[in-house]
């Protein structure tokens, strides 16, 4: 039969087991919180048949706004990332990258508006 004190250990010992579970878990939710870096808001300004700025670095996971200053409308197409659509003069559009790499877009209303993202 266990004494008393032992039986006194071994609660002791749970308890504390139940610490560290407790412990470890808030490490993680930390750990996890840490990884993930608050979202970056950028904006590209599209203004007199240009974006402004042509080349932008971001991370993955921010969001990118064009706001159309013209007073005609934009696309910001990337093909096979991403399209805008029509962006109507004084309008935004907004997307989010994810994956690392440069990605290169143009207005398809106006083919000699090119500009890139570089997500890393
Ligand atoms: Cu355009």
Redesign the pocket.
């Known amino acids: 039969m266990p004494s008393r004190s032992s039986r006194r250990w071994a609660r002791a010992a749970s308890e504390l087991g139940t610490a560290a579970r407790w412990a470890a878990v808030s490490v993680l939710a930390l750990a996890v919180h840490a990884a993930q870096p608050a979202q970056k808001t950028h904006t590209i300004v599209?203004e007199n048949?240009q974006f402004n700025p042509p080349a932008l670095e971001v991370a993955p996971g921010d969001r990118i706004v064009w706001r159309n200053q013209d007073l005609?409308?934009?696309?910001a197409t990337a093909a096979g990332s991403f399209d805008s659509g029509t962006i109507e003069a004084g309008k935004t559009w907004a997307t989010v990258v994810a994956a690392p790499g440069t990605i290169a877009y143009v207005?398809t209303?106006?083919p000699t508006?090119k500009a890139s993202l570089t997500v890393r």
Do not use: A
């Open positions: 599209i048949m005609v409308p934009h696309t207005c209303l106006h508006m």
